[in-house]
Nanobody, 123 residues
């Protein structure tokens, strides 16, 4: 199993980035795909999750209206579009896969994790 996250970088406040996570070795179309982040000195926190079909999604309050999770099941890839970025969004972003049917923000319910991609938002 491999989850390869990419797309991180340095962006100014108000800018946008699109993260991608390519999955292999899992039944991607039957996996809830989640995004988490960990800022320096802080615990890992849930950001967003998308359902199998992409028809349902879940977000943490601080990113609602700014971030959008989507997926391409034909390419085994999940995306996180991040707009109106703020300095407090600076973190390493991780994608994760869960075999559960329902959306979840609980890290323990995700079986597989990617290596992370760094997002830095300058003020």
């Amino acid at each position: 199993v491999q989850l390869q996250a990419s797309g991180g970088g340095l962006v100014q406040t108000g800018g946008s980035l699109r993260l991608s996570c390519a999955a292999s070795g899992i039944t991607f179309s039957r996996s809830v795909m989640g995004w988490f982040r960990q800022a320096p000195g802080k615990e890992r926190e849930f950001v967003a999750a998308g359902s199998w079909s992409g028809g349902a999604s879940l977000y943490t309050d601080s990113v609602k209206g700014r971030f959008t999770v989507s997926r391409d099941n034909a390419k085994n890839t999940v995306f996180l579009q991040m707009n109106s970025l703020k300095p407090e969004d600076t973190a390493v972003y991780y994608c994760a896969a869960s075999p559960r049917i329902r959306l979840t923000r609980t890290p323990d319910e995700y079986s597989y994790w990617g290596q992370g991609t760094l997002v830095t938002v300058s003020s």
